[in-house]
């Protein structure tokens, strides 16, 4: 499977130390633009950055341009760059946290996936415990990610299955 991954789904899978959930992707691409968001975080002190950074080095993200960004869209650079870069590259899915990206690549027929489903696919695959997937769903909130209570409540749900 490929994929395009925008900035935050990679700082706040750094931050669960679950950059392992990754490897469900045969490819995994990033925008120019995401990786200087990166870099901004890594030269403003931000640790996981150097994570991250790891996974350029190691091949495990290949940086690409993506096609032509649409202003209609209203995003961010960011976001606008991975739509854009799914696009072009026929991805299987694009790995944002973004709402409003999240819409625009479902208008446009890609499919978006956020952390949380990430982590659902790991638990459902077998390749989490259902203990592990609560704990990183909490250590999710806590590190800042806006998770309503209806979703977490949902996805615990279907995490015990």
């Given at each position: 499977m490929k994929a395009v991954i925008d900035a935050s789904p990679l700082i706040f899978l750094t931050k669960l130390e679950r950059l392992?959930?990754?490897?469900?992707?045969?490819?995994?691409?990033?925008p120019p633009e995401v990786?200087?968001?990166?870099e901004r975080g890594r030269v403003a002190g931000h640790p996981e950055a150097l994570e991250i950074r790891s996974l350029l080095d190691d091949g495990t993200?290949?940086?690409r341009k993506g096609g032509k960004m649409r202003s209609e869209w209203n995003l961010h650079q960011g976001e606008a760059a991975v739509i854009a870069l799914?696009?072009?590259v026929k991805a299987d899915e694009i790995?944002?946290?973004d709402r409003a990206a999240i819409a625009v690549a479902r208008y446009l027929g890609l499919r978006p996936v956020s952390v949380p489903f990430l982590?659902?696919?790991?638990?459902?695959?077998?390749?989490?415990?259902?203990e592990l997937f609560e704990a990183?769903?909490?250590r999710l909130l806590v590190a800042g990610y806006c998770l309503s209570p209806e979703l977490h409540q949902r996805l615990v749900e279907a995490g015990s299955e």
């Open positions: 392992d959930v990754l490897r469900q992707y045969e490819v995994i691409f990033a990786i200087a968001e990166i993200i290949k940086i799914a696009a072009k790995i944002t946290d982590l659902l696919r790991e638990r459902r695959s077998g390749r989490m415990s259902r990183s769903l909490r």
